[in-house]
């Protein structure tokens, strides 16, 4: 019987990378290419024409670590990793477990209990509601983290006792608003908590107390927001000058910084104006933007810019009449060379 055999399959060759092949940029065609890696974008780029030519591209350089400082508290400047928040308690380098369905649900509990202190959670909510506040009133980043540096204060030196964390809140934000030149109005801080006017307008003057008392040299306040680089000097209240920017902004003028600088110029005047002098800044805002937008020939109604204001109709059209009856001497000297419009200017 005749033996069969079964041929060996012929070997592959082991794949060696080619190093003879040449990326050249298909738009520049240059040739050596001058080509960038992009390493914090992962990119690579042709240098010359910006076309990008690889994505993902893997970081294969050494990252230089030394261990000289584990003994000064690993106090490696050659690491990487975000900085510490000054507003946290603690070294801020736990493990956190996820939670993870009927899994996760136990030890995520249990780690809570352990490593989360009362005052930790107590602080970390209020963080989260300051931060959802300054959002809702479009405040920007630089009030939540004064507003946050504030209630740590608060919280550090036992201040305030007795008082409501939804006031203090409130109070904390409004002095930020102030320190860090947002305007925000005391009735639009107000009308985001359920706490009454009255009690806030208490905490907001025992803050004030507060931040004078612990301002000195003793006890500076410093933080990496420039505003409390010094010490804490109590502000006025809005102005209508002030409130003429984010009005104008929310009307939606086609030429708003020109609406906004005649308002802004009649808003600075009205103080020279004894009927107007005391009537709240919302209406006399919304009265010199009411007279801008006629001189600009971009019109809108009072009622328009009512609703802006946060104030009603007649407000602002009584606060306009007593503009308007001194529209000659005001207007004169902002347009000296005559003003634009002015047959279009409404009597009220």
């Not at 033996?3 to 190093?19: A, G, R, T, V």
């Not at 409390?228 to 708003?256: D, H, I």
């Not at 801008?292 to 104030?311: D, F, L, P, Q």
Request: aromatic share 6%; with cysteine; charged share 25%.
């Amino acid at each position: 019987m005749a033996d069969f055999i079964i041929p060996k399959p012929p070997q592959q060759e082991k794949f060696k990378e080619n190093l003879q092949n040449l990326l050249i940029c298909p738009e520049c065609k240059e040739d050596p290419p001058h080509l960038v890696e992009e390493f914090s974008s992962g990119d690579m780029v042709c240098g010359d024409c910006g076309l990008v030519l690889g994505e993902r591209i893997i970081d294969t350089r050494s990252e230089w670590r030394t261990f000289s400082n584990d003994d000064q508290g690993n106090d490696d400047p050659s690491r990487v990793g975000d900085g510490p928040n000054q507003l946290i308690d603690g070294d801020q380098l736990q493990t956190t477990i996820a939670f993870d369905g009927k899994n996760g649900k136990n030890l995520s509990h249990l780690q809570n209990k352990i490593t989360q202190d009362k005052n930790s959670k107590q602080l970390m909510q209020a963080y989260r509601d300051i931060q959802g506040l300054t959002d809702s009133i479009n405040a920007g980043t630089q009030v939540a983290n004064a507003a946050k540096h504030i209630y740590k204060l608060v919280e550090d030196n036992k201040a305030l006792k007795g008082k409501s964390q939804e006031a203090i809140t409130a109070g904390c934000i409004f002095i930020a608003c102030r320190q860090t030149g947002v305007p925000r109005t005391f009735r639009e801080i107000y009308s985001l908590t359920k706490v009454s006017k009255k009690e806030i307008g208490r905490v907001f003057k025992q803050l004030e107390s507060f931040l004078q008392k612990i301002g000195g040299e003793e006890h500076a306040i410093t933080t990496s927001i420039p505003t409390f680089n010094q010490q804490y000097q109590g502000k006025g209240s809005t102005t209508a000058t002030e409130l003429c920017a984010r009005y104008c902004s929310n009307l939606n003028f086609r030429n708003s910084v020109a609406v906004e600088d005649v308002a802004r110029q009649l808003a600075d005047k009205t103080s020279t104006i004894s009927e107007l002098a005391g009537r709240s800044p919302l209406s006399v805002a919304a009265a010199c933007i009411y007279m801008a937008s006629h001189i600009r020939n971009e019109s809108r109604t009072s009622k328009e810019i009512a609703a802006v204001a946060g104030v009603s109709d007649g407000t602002v059209k009584t606060a306009y009449r007593l503009l308007h009856s001194k529209k000659d001497k005001l207007l004169a000297e902002i347009f000296p060379e005559g003003v634009p419009n002015l047959d279009k200017l409404p009597a009220n």
